[in-house]
């Protein structure tokens, strides 16, 4: 088997790798200024996607530009998820360079969609094709892919812990060769109902104290869980931006949720921020609670409600996912200035990163590559990919950690 990695090798995002010059596994965008595409170009006969995030999935309609028409292989919400995104890159950056497609080629999304649900083998450029419970966001996948010679399991983005959302991945389908991704390769999540109480007492002292929280979040996944964990915890709560729509994606796919009736409660608990103009700088005024988007506040509503909240200390941005080196969500923790509308300006509202991940930590990956043993193991998706090889060598594992563009063969 023959693999070339185009993305996401020593990095996290813009996740593609071609399989045999014919199979495409993801292809996504890295969140930067301006956003990073996966190498080359590539004409795959067929592509299957792990997940619907943007660093998976963020430069697909880019494939559907030509004559030619791959069929798009994924789960029914990963699906929707992908469409999704597609027209809000095109709404962020559509007619420029920052947007590798056009609407036309969105739309041909549908045209080559072909679903499938987990532990349903199908064919897919010659190759059989199994996807498995990845536990990360609704519909994510491992996919393991079967040439007739060889077996890889792909472990796309995983979690192996359970959330409100989504339970934790129990899958070990057998396999010759694993790449796994290794994104808290070297972190040890806190557990998650000690992040959750946390988050809750300081939310809630600051609203007491009569301060705004604004939580900023990724769309899929994240802000469905922050709205449960409020619901949860007595928490009034808005939402605003692509989150609201995304709640209504996963909750048509019932199957793929850990506790459907608690999202339906949490969608009854929180209040819909319409848009209409200055509602939000009317909410940003009050002491409440602020679920957005984006989560690393590259743009979204979360561009009025920032600069609307951060000059006063009682104040607090709390943020919940991982933040890419270069992002404005980054350079707010490192520095405590914060790129907004244009400029960079100083924030004086609290700062805070709550630990929501929704990727294995450390002994969440050894636990998984537990059952890989006599595999090889190939590690990307990560910062740290070269240093958790090395421990997995000195652990007697075949490990090693990819460049970008290099070819494989195993």
Request: net charge negative.
């Amino acid at each position: 088997m023959k693999l070339q990695f185009l993305g996401a090798a020593g990095e996290v995002g813009r996740s593609a790798i071609l399989v045999n010059d014919r199979l495409l596994l993801d292809y996504g965008s890295l969140t930067a200024n301006p956003p990073q595409y996966p190498l080359g170009n590539v004409s795959p006969d067929a592509i299957v996607v792990s997940h619907g995030h943007l660093d998976h999935v963020g430069a697909l309609p880019s494939l559907l530009s030509g004559a030619d028409r791959p069929e798009i292989h994924w789960t029914p919400p990963t699906a929707r998820l992908a469409q999704v995104l597609a027209r809000d890159t095109l709404k962020l950056h559509g007619g420029t360079m920052a947007c590798p497609f056009t609407d036309a080629h969105a739309a041909r999304m549908t045209e080559v969609d072909r679903r499938h649900g987990y532990n349903e083998p199908f064919d897919a450029a010659g190759h059989e094709i199994t996807f498995y419970n990845a536990g990360h966001i609704p519909g994510s996948a491992h996919v393991l892919v079967d040439d007739g010679e060889t077996t890889l399991l792909y472990s796309g983005d995983f979690h192996t812990d359970d959330t409100r959302l989504l339970s934790g991945t129990t899958e070990r389908p057998d396999a010759d060769v694993v790449i796994c991704e290794s994104t808290y390769a070297d972190v040890t999540h806190e557990g998650r109902s000690a992040v959750e109480r946390s988050f809750a007492e300081q939310v809630k002292t600051t609203v007491w104290e009569g301060g705004t929280v604004v939580v900023p979040a990724f769309a899929i996944g994240r802000t469905q869980e922050l709205l449960m964990v409020c619901e949860a915890h007595d928490i009034d709560c808005y939402v605003d931006g692509m989150g609201q729509e995304v709640l209504s994606i996963v909750r048509d796919h019932p199957t793929f949720l850990r506790d459907p009736d608690a999202l339906a409660r949490a969608k009854r608990h929180a209040r819909f921020v319409t848009g209409r103009d200055g509602q939000r700088k009317r909410i940003a005024r009050d002491n409440t609670v602020i679920v957005t988007t984006s989560g690393m506040l590259t743009g979204g509503p979360a561009m009025t409600y920032i600069p609307a909240i951060r000059t006063h200390p009682k104040n607090r941005i709390a943020l919940t996912g991982y933040q890419v080196d270069g992002t404005p969500g980054r350079e707010l923790l490192e520095t405590g200035r914060c790129q907004l509308n244009g400029g960079i300006y100083p924030v004086s509202a609290q700062v805070d990163l709550f630990d929501f991940s929704a990727h294995a930590d450390h002994d969440g990956l050894r636990s998984f590559l537990s059952s890989y043993e006599e595999a090889t193991i190939l590690l990307n998706h990560g910062d740290s990919t070269d240093r958790f090889a090395a421990e997995l060598r000195e652990d007697g594992y075949t490990a090693t950690a990819p460049t970008l563009g290099e070819v494989i063969t195993v």
